[in-house]
């Protein structure tokens, strides 16, 4: 963070305590996969349980369902009992709940990080969940903290995801329903780029800011009879004395 100040328009860094967290070596899960550095890209699977996934287990039973109901509409078309409208109604139905199958099964979770934002997509395969995009703006840190649901449940697999801790105190998801170690991971990558382009961008400010007049140095330009530079013409007119 930085701030500007008011009476000789410098610009200082600033920060604010952070807590103390625990550290520990984070290593990376074989089946994750970094794409890219500079912007990071990460990509891994999330299906860890298929048969404690509840999207996993509602697709499937309505794709035995409808795939059911296509053939016994199928077969009753065939004897001219049903109108043709009727199997291919189903067979849409059934289509939809297994390709929603086969996003679960085989997409992957990416993650690409900006100097902007964290965005957030299930890829390769189209689907009807958008890509969630988290602002950088005001977060301070990024978190691994196990579900409400895994720990009432007291699943034997754990269940994490990964917070976006802003300094107001607010929180945003960014990927949900990982074991451990991809949290922990996926997390530690996330703040190690974080505070990396927090430091870069206060460098950048530090060092603009050593090129620039302050309202000190006109004054005393202005008074040694020194022209002040071109581009600080705006701040000359505030102090030019007549």
Same mark, same amino acid.
């Given at each position: 963070?930085?701030?500007l100040? =008011? ?16 550290? *520990? ?11 890219? +550095?500079e ?7 999330? &299906?860890?349980?298929?048969?404690? &996934? +509840?999207? $996993? ?6 794709s035995?369902?409808?795939? $059911?109901?296509?053939?016994l509409?199928?077969g009753? $078309?065939? =004897? ?5 409208f ?7 139905? !059934? ?10 099964? %085989? ?5 690409? #990080?900006?100097? +902007? ?25 990024? &978190? ?14 754990? *269940? %994490?995801?990964?917070? !976006? ?16 170690? %991809?949290?922990? %991971?996926?997390?530690?990558?996330? &703040?190690?780029? #974080? ?10 400010l530090?060092?603009?800011?050593? =090129? =620039? $007049?302050?309202? +000190?140095?006109?004054e005393? !330009? ?17 102090i030019?004395?007549?």
């Open positions: 963070m930085v701030a100040c =008011d009476a000789c328009s410098s610009v200082f860094e600033v920060s604010r305590p952070r807590p103390k967290a625990k550290r *520990r070596k984070v290593t990376r899960p074989p089946s994750l996969r970094i794409l890219a +550095e912007p990071l890209r990460l990509a891994f699977r999330t &299906n860890f349980r298929l048969d404690k &996934n +509840e999207s $996993f287990q509602g697709s499937a039973i309505l035995g369902i409808f795939t $059911f109901l296509t053939l509409m199928t009753l $078309f065939l =004897d001219g009992e049903v109108p043709i009727l199997p291919l109604t189903f067979l849409v139905f !059934a289509t939809a709940a297994i390709y929603s199958l086969l996003t679960i099964i %085989y997409n992957q979770t990416h993650i690409r #990080l900006s100097e +902007e934002s964290v965005r957030v997509a299930r890829r390769p395969l189209p689907s009807l969940t958008q890509e969630r995009q988290i602002r950088l703006a005001g977060v301070e840190t990024f &978190n691994a903290e196990e579900t409400a649901a895994s720990l009432r449940e007291g699943f034997d697999t754990p *269940r %994490y995801h990964v917070w !976006a801790l802003s300094i107001d105190g607010g929180r945003r998801l960014v990927c949900g329903d990982l074991t451990e170690d %991809y949290a922990a %991971y996926v997390a530690a990558q996330l &703040n190690l780029r #974080l505070t990396t382009d927090e430091a870069a961008s206060s460098s950048r530090s060092d603009s800011q050593s =090129d =620039d $007049f302050t309202i +000190e140095d006109l005393d !330009a202005v008074d040694s009879g020194i022209e002040p530079r071109a581009d600080d013409e705006g701040t000359d007119q505030k030019h004395r007549t």
